[in-house]
């Protein structure tokens, strides 16, 4: 990475654009290599050599990704959306010795134990800031050799859904890898513009948008935040070709009003992942821009490639070199391959459905600080992603979830996600997300949230209706909880808040419909959740002395 951001150097052509900002690549390389000679300055002696960046996606992100490619530093990115004891387990636990921050992220650090002195707190927006910069303007690239394909360049922290986050190393080489190999299948260029809305905090966004734009010669511009109303302004303006997205975003994008002139723009491709089928095909019809869907972790532990011919719903095959399977997580045998109907329908979940794992040589370089967590994800020798998959009779990979998005219900194994991707048609559904409730009686029921596109009205009997008419829908799959959500709840990712949903259940706030036991086939009808209705379902819980399954 240090190589590619020196490559800039003497590049006239446009690298970083912000608002009306616009910064050549060689702005870019001589900003960079600023802020790595303040960087060598500002080190303690002996101390670990991270930077924690606590910043939107502003200009600065960028540049000290590459003053840290440089140093032979490395950044850690911190979750704006984290408070109090936690944010500060996350600068503390990574070894921060430097933090590069901005005056609205003041208030979330005022108060907390850092292990930081004051003049090590930078503040980027701070007049300050430029005079500091200013000694330090004409520092050519470092020289020196100290950096190597292994020396590390990120601490990018997991989601933490089931713990604390865990801070993932990237190597110099790795990431390099990473974008040259991206920009090559993907076909980017010295002339795209890699359009970023989504959290430079995140692997996604460093390792699908920054990295493949230096490695492609292109430019990166800017959006401090995720703005769905603010997305075609910004590619007409920054004149955009690539854009990268991950969780609900284009879902997000579908739910803003239609206009004419959706297809007005220069953008051509779009890479990320968790669209879903229909959404990557209903961005397509509307917005004119395919969408590649990819699968692979800022681990980097597996991956799976998309290629001409993948069928639909699928995500595609190993990356080359890899030997991936998918196993029973508890014994490692491989799982059958799936049958599928003429539908589409997956007939065997219960024997397909396992844990994908990689049982060849993998890019993971561990966890900062965290060997338990390590030893977990390479037990018997493979790297085990946590997430589920089926293969099919032709050998093609489908995602069916995380680990703990698997359902039971009446013995039968159900993936939210494959659920979801049914519901997603439902043409009043902006957002779905499919997750599991505890059964009285045993196993679990299934639950979805959905929040309505713009001036639509959830109609309980269109939508049942609607289920009847799904043929890839299992028997089993239908809903027996619909709550209506004004917006999907997710994390600063875009990522769906599925633990919260589970824990809030069918006893939350908002409009829930349900399909009663007894009342006929489940989803055949829905009916208002009432309060009667609660109190009479919890009298069952507790007399099965599961009550307690509610509140985990």
């Known amino acids: 990475m240090a190589e590619l951001v020196e490559g800039q150097w003497g590049d006239p052509r446009p690298g970083l654009l912000y608002g009306e ?4 690549r060689h702005d870019v390389a001589a900003a960079s290599a600023a802020r790595a000679a303040l960087l060598a300055d500002l080190l303690p002696h002996g101390a670990e050599p991270h930077v924690g960046v606590l910043l939107g996606n502003v200009p600065e992100f960028p540049l000290w990704l590459g003053a840290a490619a440089y140093a032979g530093a490395a950044v850690v990115g911190v979750n704006p959306t984290r408070r109090g004891a936690e944010l500060a387990r996350d600068i503390a636990h990574t070894e921060c010795a430097v933090l590069v921050t901005e005056r609205a992220h003041l208030p979330s650090l005022r108060g907390l134990a850092l292990p930081l002195a004051p003049e090590r707190v930078l503040v980027v927006d701070d007049p300050a800031y430029p005079a500091l910069l200013r000694a330090y303007e004409g520092a050519g690239p470092p020289r020196g050799g100290r950096i190597r394909p292994g020396t590390r360049l990120l601490l990018y922290f997991t989601s933490g859904s089931t713990g604390a986050p865990k801070a993932v190393i990237v190597s110099q080489g790795r990431l390099a890898d990473a974008g040259a190999s991206l920009s090559g299948f993907l076909g980017l260029g010295p002339d795209d513009v890699h359009y970023l809305c989504m959290p430079l905090f995140h692997g996604n966004a460093v390792m699908a948008g920054w990295a493949p734009a230096l490695a492609g010669g292109g430019a990166v511009a800017l959006r401090r935040t995720f703005s769905a109303s603010r997305f075609l302004p910004d590619v007409r303006a920054y004149g955009a070709t690539y854009f990268t997205y991950v969780g609900r975003a284009v879902q997000y994008l579908l739910a803003t009003p239609e206009r004419p002139d959706d297809r007005d723009h220069r953008l051509r491709r779009g890479f990320g992942t968790e669209a879903g089928a229909v959404d990557a095909a209903r961005f397509a019809e509307r917005f004119g821009v395919p969408l590649t869907e990819g699968y692979g972790s800022s681990e980097g532990g597996a991956a799976i490639q998309r290629s001409p011919g993948t069928p639909p719903g699928a995500v595609g095959r190993a990356a080359p070199g890899a030997d991936l399977a998918v196993v029973d997580p ?8 799936a049958l599928l109907d003429g539908a ?3 007939l065997n979940g219960d024997e397909a459905i396992g844990e994908l794992v990689n049982r060849g040589p993998s890019r993971f370089e561990g966890y900062w600080r965290n060997p338990e967590a390590v030893a977990a994800r390479t037990r018997d020798g493979w790297y085990w992603t946590g997430d589920l998959f089926f293969r099919d009779a032709e050998g093609w990979f489908h995602f069916a979830g995380r680990a703990d998005d698997r359902m039971r219900v009446d013995g039968e194994n159900l993936a939210a996600v494959v659920v979801e991707s049914v519901l997603a048609r439902f043409p ?3 957002a779905v997300a499919v997750y599991a409730v505890p059964d009285p009686v045993s196993g679990d029921q299934v639950m979805a949230a959905v929040a309505l596109r713009e001036g639509s009205a959830f109609d309980p009997g269109a939508f049942a209706a609607f289920l009847a008419a799904q043929a890839d829908l299992g028997t089993k799959s239908a809903p027996r909880f619909v709550r209506i959500v004004p917006r999907m709840p997710v994390t600063a990712t875009n990522k769906i808040r599925r633990a919260a949903l589970r824990r809030e259940g069918f006893r939350c706030q908002g409009p ?5 036991p007894g009342e006929g086939p489940c989803g055949a009808a829905y009916r208002r959740f ?8 919890l009298e069952r819980y507790r007399a099965q002395d599961r009550l307690g399954l509610l509140d985990r």
């Open 21 to 24: 900002r616009r910064l050549s």
């Open 512 to 516: 829930v419909w349900w399909s009663p």
């Open 330 to 337: 508890a014994t490692g045998a491989e799982r059958p391959r």
């Open 530 to 537: 009432a309060a009667g209705d609660l109190a009479t379902l």
């Open 428 to 430: 009043a559904a902006a």
């Open 344 to 346: 589409g329908r997956l």
